[in-house]
């Protein structure tokens, strides 16, 4: 049933300028993101100790990370819904809480099967707080900046990648209890609890379940802050209409137009994951069982993961210049011939160059991709919807982990980039044929 609004949240949030409020948030985010990132890499570097001190082959490193995947794709289809219940701030203060304390468990792992229990449960928990944070962002941040700012916020997150990396060099030498200690880094995303004393819950939420007086509340200190800030703030747009849910569920996302933006989502990401996780999380297991030392391999991570912020960098620099679908298409594509070509060669130098390309231009992609998920659903089906794509994605690399082991052990190493190369490739064509135009857009 249709109310007119009373709080006209929309229009009050797109005339707020970018002030400290807007800088809070991204810094609370931020925090997450790079964690989130961080943890979710941890086994990607520890799996080549795994396989040096105890004893594991790669078909059992493609077990335990399709329990991290079965685990993400959980987390990402509960956690969206959950959020869309109960508030994105405290859905928030959940999965974060559950990411961090299971990858403290990870580095308490005695086997195998205690190992994979773990990473199920952190990427669980990585997967939701993931979605739940893409929301929030897509939801608080004005129109005309969406993207930019949800691409920075990636790129806060992508440091984790070369700082996990760095500290995973450092420490997994150290011995064979080394590996251990990645995954207490992973666990300090706790630290994110000290930042959130002034993270609102988003208006736009309380808006949408009809709950006009939280949400004007909610905006009255938003506007009072920034107004102490920068000044009075231009008049808002008018008032119009939206719809107010108690509860939607996953039905309507295979209803009308949601049905053709949950159909594109969800093979994009699944293609993504395929792409990305078949790079991000094969390469140093690949390099190690290819004759390369484990030191060699966890430097060469560290020098390509480099090109992981500059990547975000970029793509919030671009995110409102094209239409994200277009930046989207083009950046999918040069992934695939920087990884094509990266399978190519174990020339150090070469390496090292085309998997900080591949990390750039994939990194461009992600960025833009969290923004563009967020944006095409309507309020009460966001975080369910952009959750249900993402966790899709993730579900699949249970088997593309599998797929991808297979192909390393029985296909060779040049057929694992082959793989990779055409999921980002098809990935482009389908975004170039049926995606959907964002940018600008009020949500």
Not at 85 to 102: D, E, Q, T
Not at 121 to 138: E, F, H
Not at 199 to 206: A, Q, V
């Amino acid at each position: 049933m249709k109310h007119q609004t009373f709080s006209n949240v929309a229009n009050r949030l797109d005339r707020l300028p970018i002030s400290r409020v807007h800088y809070q948030v991204l810094t609370a985010l931020g925090i997450i993101y790079f964690f989130d990132l961080a943890d979710l890499f941890t086994l990607s570097n520890v799996a080549p100790a795994l396989i040096e001190h105890w004893g594991v082959k790669l078909s059992t490193i493609a077990d335990i990370t399709a329990a991290s995947f079965l685990g993400m794709f959980l987390g990402a289809s509960i956690g969206g819904r959950l959020s869309d219940r109960i508030g994105r701030k405290k859905a928030l203060n959940c999965f974060v809480l559950v990411f961090s304390i299971s990858s403290f468990l990870n580095a308490l792992a005695w086997d195998i099967p205690s190992l994979m229990i773990f990473r199920f449960l952190t990427g669980l928990g990585v997967a939701a707080a993931m979605i739940v944070t893409n929301s929030y962002l897509a939801e608080f941040f004005p129109s005309s900046v969406r993207g930019k700012y949800i691409s920075l916020c990636a790129m806060i997150g992508l440091v984790g990648v070369p700082v996990t990396n760095v500290v995973s060099a450092f420490v997994i030498p150290l011995g064979s209890w080394g590996w251990r200690l990645v995954f207490v880094w992973g666990a300090a995303g706790l630290i994110y609890f000290f930042f959130i004393r002034r993270l609102e819950e988003s208006p736009r939420w309380h808006e949408n379940r009809g709950a006009y007086d939280q949400a004007n509340a909610i905006m009255d200190r938003l506007e009072a802050r920034a107004e102490k800030e920068k000044g009075p703030l231009p008049a808002p747009k008018e008032a119009a209409e939206v719809h107010t849910v108690k509860r939607a569920g996953y039905l309507g996302l295979f209803q009308g137009r949601n049905l053709k933006i949950t159909i594109i989502l969800s093979a994009v990401w699944i293609l993504e994951t395929f792409g990305f996780y078949g790079f991000a999380s094969w390469v140093p297991s690949l390099l190690k069982s290819n004759g390369i030392t484990m030191e060699k391999t966890l430097w060469y991570n560290v020098l390509h993961s480099v090109g992981a912020p500059l990547g975000a960098l970029l793509g919030s620099m671009i995110s409102e210049t094209f239409q994200r679908k277009w930046i989207l298409a083009a950046s999918a594509f040069l992934t695939a011939i920087a990884g094509l070509l990266y399978g190519m060669t174990f020339i150090p130098v070469m390496i090292i160059v085309f998997g900080f390309v591949v990390n750039v231009t994939e990194r461009i992609f992600t960025s833009n991709l969290y923004a563009y998920t967020s944006e095409p659903y309507p309020t009460e089906y966001r975080s369910a919807g952009s959750g249900l794509a993402y966790g899709l994605g993730r579900f699949s690399n249970i088997f593309g982990s599998l797929l991808v082991g297979f192909i390393a052990v029985k296909l060779g190493y040049i057929s694992v980039f082959l793989f990779i190369g055409g999921c980002w490739l098809l990935c482009s064509v389908l975004l170039i044929l049926f995606g959907p135009k964002t940018n600008a857009q009020q949500i």
